[in-house]
């Protein structure tokens, strides 16, 4: 069976700090991976994805950054930390737009809840 | 673009009574449609998902759901609520290589 993972589950980190956070996943190959980011009291909005190695689209312009250095780990990096970056953070996967059929529901980690001070 | 809107960001129940969380969206195309939910400090949990086939779509802990082209409309519903339930949920559209979800309904459980 497939399980995904995240780390730390939750992080405090002043402002104008680095970050990183990591999110692998097991039992799968090729998987669709996104990080989204959860305000307090708001929905999901959507970060980043890729669909294979190397392969970031940025939904949303601003001073975090992805990376997939392997086919099942996805990396969220910050330079420099805001306020405005704190919340939960999540990371999904699927397996749509392979061949044979696709599963189009998302597979959620457990989430990092991260504040900045 | 396709778009989520959920009705009520809270709704408030007693045990025993009905739970019916309301979703509307906007697409171009026959659409993939989700209800997840989310327990505290927790990820999302797949409840039920429509992709074209029956319209009636069963989930998990006794969910379902009803898709209605004519009114674009998606609600979850469950006839009996349980403590269990409360949580927040979430409707969600697939578009290509994304899935833009509802702003969230917060469900309360009264005993």
């Known amino acids: 069976s497939q399980t995904i993972h995240q780390w730390p589950a939750t992080l405090v980190q002043p402002v104008g700090s680095p970050l990183s956070l990591e999110c692998t996943v097991e039992?799968?190959?090729?998987?669709?991976l996104y990080w989204y980011r959860q305000a307090a009291g708001r929905g999901l909005q959507l970060l980043f994805y890729?669909?294979?190695?190397?392969?970031i689209s940025s939904e949303v312009p601003q001073n975090l950054s992805a990376s997939r250095p392997q086919d099942r780990q996805f990396i969220l990096s910050s330079k420099k930390l805001l306020l405005s970056d704190s919340g939960f953070y999540l990371c999904?996967?699927?397996?749509?737009?392979?061949?044979?059929?696709?599963?189009?529901?998302?597979?959620f980690g457990p989430g990092t809840r991260l504040t900045v001070t | 673009a396709q778009s989520v809107t959920q009705l009520g960001s809270h709704v408030s129940v007693s045990e025993g009574a009905l739970v019916l969380l309301r979703c509307n969206y906007s697409?171009?195309?026959?659409?993939?449609l989700f209800w997840y939910v989310q327990y505290p400090n927790q990820g999302l949990q797949l409840l039920l998902k429509?992709?074209?086939?029956?319209?009636l779509v069963k989930g998990i802990n006794g969910f379902e759901a009803e898709f209605k082209k004519s009114e674009t409309s998606f609600h979850l519903t469950k006839p009996s609520a349980h403590m269990s339930d409360a949580a927040e949920y979430f409707c969600?559209?697939?578009?290509?290589?994304?899935?833009?979800f509802g702003a969230g309904t917060r469900l309360f459980v009264k005993a």
């Open positions: 969600a559209v697939s578009e290509g290589f994304k899935t833009i």
């Open positions: 999904a996967w699927d397996d749509r737009g392979l061949a044979g059929e696709s599963k189009f529901e998302q597979y």
């Open positions: 039992g799968t190959s090729n998987p669709n």
């Open positions: 890729s669909v294979g190695i190397g392969q």
């Open positions: 429509y992709t074209s086939a029956a319209t």
């Open positions: 697409s171009s195309v026959p659409p993939y």
